[in-house]
């Protein structure tokens, strides 16, 4: 069973920058890290979760959405079978719940709807003020 644990968030001003952290586990000698696609998404109450940043592990590809391109950057850590999301230039409309995400599959280079997503971390809260 793949375990998703996030941290890194917290409350910063406009403009400033905060990096999240999802350190993945329970991958077998099967289901290596590096077989999945990790995605970032983010969710305000009442709204329907985003799809923001994915990665596919095993060639580091990555995708963004309009909203956050330039301004975010999703990597990796292999060895350590670590996600990261570096934020900058933070907006206040960036405010939300974040969470990782992780399927068993290729995501060259495309967002993933939240629903193709099977295993879930529990979300780590950025609130940005003007």
């Known amino acids: 069973q793949v375990r998703l644990l996030e941290s890194g968030g917290g409350s910063v001003q406009a403009g400033g920058s905060l990096r999240l952290s999802c350190a993945a586990s329970g991958y077998t000698y099967r289901t290596t890290y590096r077989t999945f696609c990790m995605g970032w998404f983010r969710q305000v109450p009442g709204q329907e979760r985003e799809e923001i940043a994915t990665?596919?592990?095993?060639?580091?590809?990555?995708a963004y959405a309009d909203s956050v391109m330039g301004r975010f950057t999703i990597s990796q850590d292999r060895d350590q079978n670590t996600l990261y999301l570096q934020m900058d230039t933070l907006k206040p409309e960036d405010t939300a719940m974040y969470y990782c995400?992780?399927?068993?599959?290729?995501?060259?280079?495309?967002?993933?709807?939240?629903?193709?997503?099977?295993?879930w971390g529990q979300g780590t809260q950025v609130t940005v003020s003007s």
């Open positions: 995400a992780a399927v068993r599959q290729t995501c060259s280079g495309a967002l993933w709807h939240w629903s193709s997503f099977p295993y």
């Open positions: 990665l596919y592990a095993g060639t580091g590809t990555t």
